[in-house]
């Protein structure tokens, strides 16, 4: 018999576009680096960020770990 085990996920990353059109714009990410926290990338900006800030309605693009 297979053992059925849940999976859990981590949220790693998420990205979103800020412009009027696929055509203007950048896209800024937020990065989650273990116990270092999490990233906020904005062109040639890179700041470290509390949690809480690490959400985004705009979120475009999400990036999930597998957990052992």
Avoid at 14 to 20: E, T
Avoid at 48 to 60: F, G, K, Q, Y
Wanted: no cysteine; aromatic share 14%; net charge negative.
């Amino acid at each position: 018999n297979q053992e059925i085990r849940k999976k859990t996920y981590k949220r790693i990353a998420f990205f979103y576009h800020i412009g009027s059109s696929e055509n203007s714009g950048h896209f800024v990410a937020y990065t989650n680096h273990g116990s270092y926290g999490w990233y906020k990338h904005d062109d040639s900006h890179v700041n470290a960020i509390a949690p809480l800030n690490a959400v985004d309605s705009r979120e475009i693009i999400i990036l999930y770990e597998l957990q052992d």
